[in-house]
């Protein structure tokens, strides 16, 4: 149930960037503290499906993340849920590249795990996938439906709810739910091979 503090503070996240999409710098600076605790909550998320051994923090995470936001040129942010749309996609790529730079550095060692928890898959126990193949498989993914794609990165990595990420991708709840279904079952039998 949204509260009324929970509508003036997406209210003000949205006024904020569409004032950063005309140019106002100073709207970054204002936008960062409202949303930074979400951030963290969003790269928690990302984190805690890496192994113990991964080193980045969820603070470290945030702060890469918004040196890539203030480096983005200009960006039609429509609102909120959109804003963490991209901060999600933007925190997979980070560790992403951080996965292909340890394992490269190991010269084939072991690639850093991911758990597809339960949310995604279904299922009563975790499964476990190395993030380099849960990305190319979300990559697969984007060329048969793009959408699909971009509703795992936003319910799975991003935590957004329904409603949000509806909005964010300008369908219904309806549509929301089928693809949701499709996408994960799609995502575990990719994954299993």
Request: charged share 30%; proline share 2%; glycine share 4%.
């Amino acid at each position: 149930m949204t509260t009324p503090d929970d509508k003036r503070s997406d209210d003000d996240v949205t006024a904020l960037l569409l004032r950063w999409n005309a140019g106002n710098k100073e709207a970054l600076d204002a936008l960062m503290p409202l949303v930074a605790d979400e951030l963290r909550l969003v790269a928690q998320r990302h984190l805690r499906h890496e192994r113990r051994a991964v080193t980045l923090q969820p603070t470290v995470l945030v702060s890469e993340c918004y040196l890539r936001l203030i480096d983005r040129e200009r960006v039609d942010w429509k609102s909120r849920a959109h804003f963490f749309a991209f901060a999600a996609r933007t925190m997979r790529r980070i560790l992403v590249d951080y996965a292909r730079k340890r394992h490269a550095a190991r010269r084939g060692g072991d690639e850093e795990a991911v758990t597809l928890d339960t949310q995604v898959a279904g299922t009563g126990a975790p499964r476990s996938v190395e993030i380099l193949a849960l990305d190319a498989a979300l990559e697969r993914l984007a060329q048969l439906d793009e959408r699909q794609s971009r509703m795992v990165e936003l319910r799975f990595f991003a935590g957004l709810t329904v409603r949000e990420t509806a909005e964010a991708l300008g369908v219904s709840e309806i549509t929301v739910h089928r693809d949701w279904s499709s996408a994960r079952a799609w995502l575990i039998s990719r994954l299993a091979d």
